[in-house]
């Protein structure tokens, strides 16, 4: 089943446009949906702060239940995280925590939780994005509906953490264009089905564009990939690259809109 809803944002739209479509989708995606499936969500870190924020974001899912992967690489749960995971797990939500030495790679270790896990879908989640309550089930719902076997968001709003501004960007031919297949996702908005996934070779073994590796297995293997619009994530950049270097820059070509700090609304949650 595909939806019936037109593909109505642009670069024209406006942010309360915007919303609108949103919630219209929603609701016609879920008016069909009688039980979600299961769905696992991969998390490798090495920053325990961001680790933090991430935890109170997964405690807000409104998905009913899930699972989490928990891959600390090269470092230790906090007290504050012990406490919030305890809360995870007293809203059902069932933590596997496991700990990897330094030397190991992101690509082995997102793989290796993807490996013990038993979902029917698998979810990858960044530790230094931001994710509105609805994300989950946003991604279950487009991947009900369209069929996908990956379903992932467009890169409309991004946090430029040295600038402390958030914009908002729909561009023709883009990154930002939703609501159709595509070859391209963003990588901490990743939904796929477990079988797929493991066909593709999860995430392979290497120390960057494991995302790329994923997409790519899928497309190789004739699986297709929708994205789905992006309200509802924030896409980060700070001040120290990681998997690649950022130049800024380019982020603040042809945008829409920017507000100082995070872009403040229900859908994306409330962000500390």
């Known amino acids: 089943m595909s939806s019936n809803q037109p593909n109505t944002l642009n670069r024209f739209t406006t942010f309360s446009q915007e919303i609108a479509f949103i919630e219209g989708l929603r609701k016609e995606r879920r008016s069909r949906i009688k039980k979600y499936p299961?769905?696992?969500?991969?998390?490798a870190t090495i920053r325990p702060d961001d680790l933090t924020s991430l935890l109170s974001q997964l405690l807000q899912q409104s998905l009913a239940t899930f699972e989490l992967r928990l891959g600390l690489h090269a470092v230790e749960l906090t007290g504050l995280h012990k406490k919030q995971i305890s809360a995870l797990n007293r809203r059902k939500v069932k933590v596997f925590v496991q700990k990897f030495d330094a030397d190991n790679t992101l690509g082995t270790i997102l793989s290796s939780l993807a490996q013990e896990s038993s979902c029917d879908f698998i979810a990858k989640m960044d530790d230094d994005d931001y994710y509105g309550p609805e994300h989950l089930r946003d991604l279950l719902d487009a991947a009900l509906d369209t069929g996908a076997e990956v379903v992932g968001r467009a890169m409309n709003y991004i946090y430029?953490?040295?600038?402390?501004?958030?914009?908002?960007?729909?561009?023709?031919?883009?990154m930002q264009t939703v609501e159709h297949y595509s070859d391209w996702i963003c990588g901490g908005t990743i939904l796929a089905k477990r079988t797929t996934a493991q066909t593709a070779g999860w995430f392979g073994s290497g120390s960057s564009a494991v995302d790329h590796f994923l997409l790519n297995g899928v497309t190789s293997n004739g699986g297709k990939i929708w994205r789905t619009f992006g309200a509802g994530y924030i896409y980060r950049r700070g001040f120290?690259?990681?998997?690649?270097?950022?130049?800024?820059?380019?982020?603040?070509n042809n945008i829409n809109e920017k507000t100082v700090g995070l872009w403040s609304h229900q859908i994306f949650g409330v962000q500390k």
């Open 38 to 43: 299961s769905v696992s969500v991969l998390v």
């Open 160 to 174: 430029l953490e040295p600038l402390n501004i958030t914009v908002r960007k729909f561009s023709r031919g883009s």
């Open 240 to 252: 120290t690259p990681h998997t690649y270097v950022t130049n800024y820059s380019k982020y603040l």
